[in-house]
T-cell receptor, first 112, second 120 residues
Framework: GQQVMQIPQYQHVQEGEDFTTYCNSS?????IQWYKQRPGGHPVFLIQ?????EVKKQKRLTFQFGEAKKNSSLHITATQTTDVGTYFC????????????FGSGTRLLVRP | DTEVTQTPKHLVMGMTNKKSLKCEQH?????MYWYKQKAKKPPELMFV???????INESVPSRFSPECPNSSLLNLHLHALQPEDSALYLC???????????????????FGEGSRLTVL
């Protein structure tokens, strides 16, 4: 079945350092969504990417969708302690489906 | 604050009990979802309702029984659960752009805070 993998599994950074998580799918995705889940919280939507090669920015966060629509990345510039949490990508397959498959997640820890 | 409300927040039940988890949204979303999340794992899709009809069942054991009484409510009935079913159960809802193969895509998912279930 479809798998969506993320690397790294964990990242521990010093506040102010940059952070990147990568998402890779075994199949082509029609779109990709990114969510953040704080410790003890629930997933919160960050962004959706639809077009091949699309790049979107939200303040210090930059999201990219690969040309082949099989991979994506999230880059955070100058991390802050408020960035702590687990970042999940979630992919929707190319056919008509509500089957949003979550990636394995990257847990970000930020040292103050 | 989330616009998807789940009750109860915590539930402890024995393996012979029958209980229900409830989810409510008033955003006019016509797709509603149940996800199961174990500690340090991603959410796993269980069921999807689209326009109040079950559209996806991810081979979930029959001891979990979903119900969508109307477009705002989603229930998950639990019976004869096992200890390994202990997890955070997340409800979510999303807009859909309308019927049709191309347009029928979910938008962003709005998650509730979850119901943390412990099965003894």
């Amino acid at each position: 079945g479809q798998q969506v993998m993320q690397i790294p599994q964990y990242q521990h950074v010093q506040e102010g350092e940059d952070f990147t998580t990568y998402c890779n799918s075994s199949t082509t995705l029609s779109n990709i969504q990114w969510y953040k889940q704080r410790p003890g919280g629930h997933p919160v939507f960050l962004i959706q990417l639809v077009k091949s090669g699309e790049v979107k920015k939200q303040k210090r966060l930059t999201f990219q969708f690969g040309e082949a629509k099989k991979n994506s990345s999230l880059h955070i510039t100058a991390t802050q302690t408020t960035d702590v949490g687990t970042y999940f990508c979630a992919g929707l397959k190319g056919d008509s489906s509500y089957k949003l498959i979550f990636g394995s997640g990257t847990r970000l820890l930020v040292r103050p | 604050d989330t616009e998807v409300t789940q009750t109860p927040k915590h539930l402890v039940m024995g393996m012979t009990n029958k209980k229900s988890l409830k989810c409510e949204q008033h955003m006019g979303h016509r797709a509603m979802y149940w996800y199961k999340q174990k500690a340090k794992k991603p959410p796993e899709l269980m069921f999807v309702y689209s326009y109040e009809k079950l559209s996806i069942n991810e081979s979930v054991p029959s001891r979990f029984s979903p119900e969508c009484p109307n477009s705002s409510l989603l229930n998950l009935h639990l019976h004869a659960l096992q200890p390994e079913d202990s997890a955070l159960y997340l409800c979510a809802s999303s807009q859909v752009r309308g019927p049709g193969r191309i347009a029928d895509r979910p938008g962003e998912l709005f998650f509730g805070e979850g119901s943390r279930l412990t099965v003894l």
